[in-house]
């Protein structure tokens, strides 16, 4: 890959003296040229990106089905399809027409995650609510990175604890995946324990599941582009090559396909069940407070690090490590969260997948343009999208939370003030099925260590008011 440096421009400046002038418009919008690139290399960098996160159309709506239930419509998941489609498609194009970036957003794993099954699941928030903490989480995202907030707050967690929350999420979505697999049961002795290999209804899941993460992690190490996608794709096509059990009917039993009875190709479907439902009622207590403080803490450090990391290998970095126009590139996260919210989905945000993109040779927002506009027309699919399996979208759970963990490698493991907080957090996210609680564990007892041990001038300040207030949260609040 050709590095490069960058300029006060919108697009890296490898271009010598010399070089052809840009040919058409497109190619002057997007200083193509400039950026040393091409359209038909955009567009195939574009391709790359989606195949590499295309599984989101599929996986989201797996997880966000759990808790988004509108009683008497039985098309939600058709409507969540739609929702992470057009999330996806307008928060990528704004990224590559506005930030003019070739990084592509779309709802994150993870956070989905903490909606579902935390912000829904455990507190108790209607999945309204949750979508309102989203969008408060999006507006409180866009503010801070104009008015320069960001830099005090991404100064004020230590790296140990930024590795351990990505590490931990990971580490909550394989639990997912091998729960949604029946790989991992509960058991009235020993809290979870391994399912039923065995029983034909019960195990085709759990099988399919367990071929599926091999392939995929073969396809993988052989480098093959959209390798979670075709993982997905290779089991949902044994199973119903197979006739495996591993759909279920409206009464809850498990029975093999019954054919593409709404056709392969669709109209969309606006999702107006759940776009614009937002409930603003409880914005102002001290639970509905952490759902939004975790919604945008996650967010915030995990797409720094995307951005900044994406950034630098697409050569927009300068000497000194800056970013042109960053204000801009993480608004534009913070707005496609605002609009995921809008139309139903929980926090969308930029993906490390757009690095399949970028090391294809994209280096303009043409890449995330077209990007975009593969997962808008993407909705025209959904009826072929339904008939995909949860043994197919739990490997692709499964390796997300595997690529996940790599960030522990760059934990300080012999300084036990760095590595127990961040242990903490991690093991903490799947344990108590929560990621609000790895997070909170990680900065109360990082803060605590630092105090106690008198090395308390280690730590920014900030990170004391963040475990002073989530420590009397868990004293006064938490039942």
């Known amino acids: 890959m050709t590095t490069t440096t960058t300029t006060s421009g919108s697009t890296p400046a490898s271009t010598p003296e010399g070089a052809p002038e840009p040919k058409g418009a497109i190619d002057r919008f ?100 949750a979508l309102a903490a989203v ?37 909550f979505l394989a639990f997912l995946g091998l729960k949604s697999a029946g790989i991992v049961v509960s058991n009235p002795a020993t809290l979870v324990g391994l399912g039923d290999l065995h029983d034909p209804k019960l195990a085709a899941s759990a099988w399919l599941t367990i071929v599926g993460v091999i392939v995929i992690g073969v396809l993988m190490k052989l480098n093959v582009k959209g390798s979670i996608l075709w993982g997905i794709l290779l089991v949902t096509a044994l199973a119903i090559v197979f006739q495996a059990p591993v759909y279920q009917d409206a009464d809850g039993n498990h029975i093999a396909f019954q054919g593409f009875s709404n056709g ?67 608004s534009m996260d913070g707005v496609a969260a605002m609009m995921g919210a809008l139309l139903g989905t929980s926090t969308t945000t930029a993906y490390v997948e757009s690095a399949a993109g970028v090391e294809e040779g994209g280096r303009t927002g043409l890449t995330s343009t077209f990007t975009g506009i593969l997962f808008a027309l993407s909705m025209f699919l959904w009826p072929l999208i339904t008939v995909i399996p949860g043994a197919a979208t739990a490997p692709a759970l499964i390796i997300v939370g595997a690529l996940m963990m790599e960030g522990v490698a760059h934990i300080e493991w012999k300084d036990i003030s760095d590595s127990l907080p961040a242990f903490l957090t991690v093991i903490a996210m799947p344990l108590t099925f929560s990621i609000a609680n790895g997070v909170s564990f990680g900065i109360i007892s990082y803060s605590l260590i630092k105090v106690l041990s008198g090395k308390w001038r280690e730590a920014h300040w900030m990170l004391y008011v963040l475990a002073a207030l989530l420590l009397l949260r868990y004293v006064f609040f938490v039942e």
């Open 30 to 129: 997007f200083g193509i040229t400039k950026a040393g690139s091409n359209i038909p290399r955009e567009l195939r960098a574009g391709l790359t990106t989606f195949l590499a996160m295309s599984y989101v159309i599929i996986v989201n709506p797996s997880v966000l089905s759990t808790a988004i239930v509108v009683p008497g419509v039985d098309n939600i998941f058709v409507q969540l399809i739609m929702a992470t489609c057009l999330a996806a498609a307008l928060g990528t194009l704004a990224m590559g027409l506005i930030a003019r970036y070739p990084f592509a957003q779309a709802p994150g794993m993870g956070l989905n995650a903490f909606f579902a099954f935390t912000a829904v699941g455990a507190m108790g928030f209607s999945w309204q609510e």
């Open 264 to 330: 392969i190709v669709g109209l969309p479907v606006w999702p107006s069940d759940i776009a614009f439902q937002l409930d603003f009622a409880s914005l102002f207590t001290i639970g509905f407070f952490q759902v939004i403080f975790t919604f945008f803490f996650v967010d915030f450090f995990d797409a720094t690090g995307t951005l900044t990391g994406l950034s630098q290998r697409a050569g927009y970095l300068d000497e000194k490590g800056n970013m042109p126009r960053a204000k801009t590139v993480f």
């Open 135 to 171: 969008f408060v989480s999006g507006v409180l995202f866009v503010v801070l990175s104009v008015i320069g907030v960001r830099r005090l707050i991404v100064q004020a967690l230590p790296n140990s604890l930024k590795f351990a929350i990505t590490a931990g999420i990971g580490a």
